[in-house]
């Protein structure tokens, strides 16, 4: 973490509970994340969740996000959702490209880039993932695989627009598997990550830019992994579904 950018920690609630539960661990959330000042909080909701999410977060801090979204503007696309529909319901982020997307619904590289140029033009924060599988990493292809991603996704953004991105580096995996990548793993991306982001829209954006780390975010690696100079916050998945473990990761620094 650098003072320089203010962390974002973001719980992807993935496809858990119902309405009334989304409700009732939002509203814990809140009360819990009351006093973190050293960091914007999100949660995200599965679709059919988020209005009821909203109106208890409303008057909040806590930013409400969703997990997905269509490339296209609108029209007859059967089960897609909307940037502009997610926005009116009160999100303000959308995970975009995440791997469990990537993997069982095989969405690649190209389609990822539609989603994020469509993300921004609704004025929503994209939250971009990246990250190798395991295969990838013991093959010595993580950077190169991490940095094709991130090239792609972003090829066309102009700086105003590269400079609202959240870029997340999620290594497969690490993704609920309770293997965290070590904090010298994690630094190692992010670093680099923000090198490819420096070639491609100048020193302003890339120092300007968080890059978070998910994959098996717990309470007791947290502290470490936000030591680490470009880790400017997380994308926590399991232990955020729960709001005790889920604010003490957003506390972490106390
Ligand atoms: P996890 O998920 O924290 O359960 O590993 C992270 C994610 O998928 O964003």
């Known amino acids: 973490m650098n003072p320089k950018r203010r962390p974002l920690i973001a719980g ?11 409700a009732a661990l939002a509203r814990e959330v809140a009360h819990r994340t009351a006093r973190a000042r050293h960091c914007d909080v ?27 979204l269509s490339p296209e503007e609108e029209g007859a696309f059967t089960g897609d959702v909307s940037a502009r529909m997610l ?29 994020i140029a469509r993300a921004l033009g609704a004025g929503l924060i994209p939250i971009l993932c990246v990250g190798e599988r395991l295969a990838e990493r013991e093959a010595g292809r993580t950077l190169e695989r991490v940095e094709t991603q991130v090239r792609i996704a972003m ?11 959240v870029l997340a580096y999620e290594p497969v995996w690490a993704i609920g ?20 982001v420096r070639g491609l829209f100048g020193y302003e954006v890339a120092e300007g830019m968080r890059i978070l780390y998910g994959g098996s975010v717990k309470p007791d690696n947290i ?12 994308l926590v998945g399991g232990a955020s579904l729960d709001a005790e473990s889920f604010s003490r990761i957003v506390n972490f620094a106390e």
């Open 12 to 22: 992807n609630w993935k496809m858990h509970g119902d309405a009334a539960w989304a």
């Open 155 to 165: 090829q066309g953004l102009d700086e105003a627009g590269a400079s609202r991105v």
């Open 87 to 115: 926005q009116s319901v009160g999100c303000t982020h959308v995970v975009v490209g995440h791997s469990e997307r990537r993997e069982h619904h095989l969405e690649g590289d190209d389609l990822v880039r539609r989603k």
């Open 177 to 196: 598997t309770g293997r965290t990548a070590t904090p010298a793993q994690a630094e190692e991306v992010h670093e680099f990550l923000r090198g490819v």
């Open 223 to 234: 502290r470490d992994l936000m030591a680490c100079p470009d880790v400017d916050g997380a």
């Open 42 to 68: 999100a949660v995200m909701p599965a679709f059919p969740l988020i209005p009821a999410v909203a109106r208890v977060l409303e008057g909040s801090p806590v930013a409400l996000g969703a997990q997905d």
